[in-house]
C-alpha cells in the first residue's frame, strides 16, 4: 500500500500545494486523485507567478482576457477562477462524500491587503461570490489586521483557509477569530456550518535556524511547533467554548500543515509528511513530496506528543522562538507581497509580448 493511502486511511487529508493549468489539462490531477489519495489543493501567489512564468499554456486565456478589456490584476483572478473552478469540479465528488468536510480548493485575496482589514474582507466575499463554487476557500492572512477580516468573512458564511501561521499562540487566535464569527451567526440565528482551516507553516522555522543551531537540532523546530500547535488544536477542540459551537451544528475548524517540502537536501525528502501524520489535519505538500511520499514514504505512526524539552532544547540555543514567529509571520507576509508584484510583472510581460505578436 502506497504511503499516500496509508495517510488517508490514518484520518488526514492529502492536499496538493500546487496549481497549473497543464495540471488540469493534461488529467494529471484527476490521476492524484485516483492513484495518490489527494483530496484537496492550495494555491498562493508563488504557485502562480511559476505557473505562468513558466508555460505558455495561459497564453490563449490572456489574449481573451486582453480583447476583453482585462489586465493586471483583474486578469489575475479571471485566469485564477477558471482553473479552480475546473479543480473544484474534479473534487466536488468528494466534497459531497465526506459531507462538506473534504474536496476543498483555496484561493488567496491579493497579498497586498494583508494589512488592511476592510479590503480583504471585501475582496473575500467578492471572490468567493465570482468563483461560484461551494467548495472554494478564501485565504487570509493570520495577521493582526487579518483576524477581523476572518471573523466577518466567517460571519457572511465565506469559508475560509487562515493562512500564513507560524505558532501555536497565532493559531490560537486564528481560531478564535473563527470562533467568534460562527458565534455571531448563531446569535443571529443563521447557519453555522461555515467551513475553515487554520494552515500553519512548518519547514520555513528550520531554514530560519539553520546556521543558528547544532547539528543534532537541525530540521526539529518545524516539527516542534507542529507539535506544540497540535496539542493547543486538540486541547481546543475539546474545550466547552468549542463543543458549544459543535452543538449548535458548527463544524471544527480543522488545522493544516502546510510548508510541508523539505528544504534541506541532507534530510529525508520526507520528513514532515511522515513526522505529521494526525486525523482530522490536513497536510499540504508540493508536487515533488507527495511523488516521493507515493513511491517510498512510509507512514507508521501518529504525532508523537508535544514535549517540553524539544522547545528548550532550541531555548538553549538561543532560539527565541516567540519573537521568531512574528518575524517569520511578517516575512510570509512581504514574500508573499513580492511574489504577487513579480506575478503582476509576468502578466503585464506576457501581455505586452501578445500584443506585439
Known sequence: MKATQQLHDLGQSLWL?????????????????????????????????????????????IQQKLQEGKSGEALFFELAIEDLRQAADLFRPI?????????????????????????TLAAARDLHARAGRPNLFIKIPGTKEGLPAIEEAIFWGVPVNVTLLFSAAQYVAAAEAYMRGIERRITAGLNPDVGSVASLFVSRWDVAVADKVPSELRNQLGIAIARETYESYRSLLD?????????????????????????????????????????????????????????????????????????????????DTRG?????????????????KELLQCIADKTETLKAA
Open 239 to 319: 474545550s466547552p467554548r468549542s463543543q458549544r459551537i459543535l452543538n449548535a451544528g458548527a463544524r471544527a475548524q480543522r488545522l493544516l500543515f502546510a510548508s510541508t517540502g523539505t528544504k534541506d537536501p541532507q534530510a529525508s525528502d520526507t520528513l514532515y509528511v511522515q513526522a505529521l501524520a494526525a486525523p482530522f489535519t490536513v497536510n499540504t505538500m508540493p508536487e515533488a513530496t507527495l511523488k516521493a511520499l507515493a513511491d517510498h514514504g512510509n507512514v507508521s505512526e501518529t504525532l508523537h506528543p508535544h514535549s517540553e524539552d524539544e522547545l528548550a532544547r532550541f531555548a538553549g540555543a538561543g532560539i
Open 95 to 119: 466534497y459531497d462524500r465526506t459531507n462538506r468536510v473534504d474536496g476543498w480548493v483555496s484561493l488567496e485575496v491579493s497579498p497586498l491587503l494583508a494589512h488592511d482589514t476592510a479590503a
Open 17 to 61: 500545494d500546487n496549481i497549473t493549468r497543464g495540471l488540469l489539462i493534461k488529467g494529471t490531477l484527476r490521476r492524484y486523485i485516483q492513484e495518490f489519495s489527494v483530496t484537496g489543493l492550495t494555491s498562493n501567489p508563488t504557485i502562480f507567478d511559476h505557473a505562468l512564468r513558466n508555460s505558455r499554456e495561459y497564453d490563449h486565456g
Open 324 to 340: 521568531m514567529g512574528l518575524r517569520l509571520q511578517n516575512e510570509g507576509a512581504a514574500s508573499f507581497i513580492k511574489s504577487w
